[in-house]
């Protein structure tokens, strides 16, 4: 008969220290991988310096107010082939004729820097950029102008 076949081999204080290490050394290599992916697409800064978007709050007020009274309404962005259009409509529903649009074409987790975007008013208050946007999503950040009327909104654009 064998000598091992009726032997129960002992589990050791060696196998649990083993077992405790490679343990902790998956986690903490999970984490740090982890860590690392989100540092690489998201800086965390919503604002540079929160202290100065707190003085601007109310100022900021004021122009959604005013914003809000001129009755103006923009649709969702969408791409019609490697163009962003968007339509801007009065208070009466009818598109802005004598406006102007420009936008800053940001990529959400900054991984381009941003561009700028100019449109052309193609009729009834519909606006097509003029370059192309690259494919992907983007954030639009729209100015549009009227007079002595501005508007400020943002869009998403796949």
Same mark, same amino acid.
């Given at each position: 008969?064998?000598?091992?076949?009726?032997?129960?081999?002992?589990?050791?204080?060696?196998?649990?220290?083993?077992?405790?290490?490679?343990?902790?050394?998956?986690?903490?290599?999970?984490?740090?991988?982890?860590?690392?992916?989100?540092?690489?697409?998201?800086?965390?800064?919503?604002?540079?310096?929160?202290?100065?978007?707190?003085?601007?709050?109310?100022?900021?007020?004021?122009?959604?107010?005013?914003?809000?009274?001129?009755?103006?309404?923009?649709? @969702?962005?969408?791409?019609?082939?490697? !163009?962003?259009? &968007?339509? /801007?409509?009065?208070? +009466?529903?009818?598109?802005?004729?004598?406006?102007?649009?420009?936008?800053?074409?940001?990529?959400?987790?900054?991984?381009?820097?941003?561009?700028?975007?100019?449109?052309?008013?193609?009729?009834?208050?519909?606006?097509?950029?003029?370059? @192309?946007?690259?494919?992907?999503?983007? !954030?639009?950040? &729209?100015? /549009?102008?009227?007079? +002595?009327?501005?508007?400020?909104?943002?869009?998403?654009?796949?």
């Amino acid at each position: 008969m064998s000598k091992n076949s009726g032997e129960v081999k002992k589990f050791t204080g060696y196998h649990a220290t083993i077992m405790i290490v490679s343990f902790f050394a998956v986690v903490i290599t999970v984490n740090m991988i982890m860590a690392r992916f989100a540092l690489s697409t998201f800086s965390g800064t919503v604002v540079d310096n929160s202290y100065v978007a707190s003085q601007k709050y109310n100022q900021w007020l004021e122009q959604a107010r005013t914003q809000k009274a001129h009755g103006w309404t923009v649709s @969702p962005a969408v791409r019609k082939a490697d !163009k962003a259009s &968007i339509t /801007v409509t009065g208070p +009466d529903g009818a598109g802005l004729q004598s406006a102007t649009m420009e936008a800053l074409a940001e990529h959400p987790i900054g991984r381009t820097e941003p561009f700028e975007i100019s449109f052309a008013n193609i009729g009834e208050g519909e606006f097509q950029s003029i370059e @192309p946007l690259p494919e992907g999503r983007w !954030k639009l950040k &729209i100015i /549009v102008s009227q007079n +002595d009327n501005m508007m400020r909104v943002v869009r998403d654009i796949r």
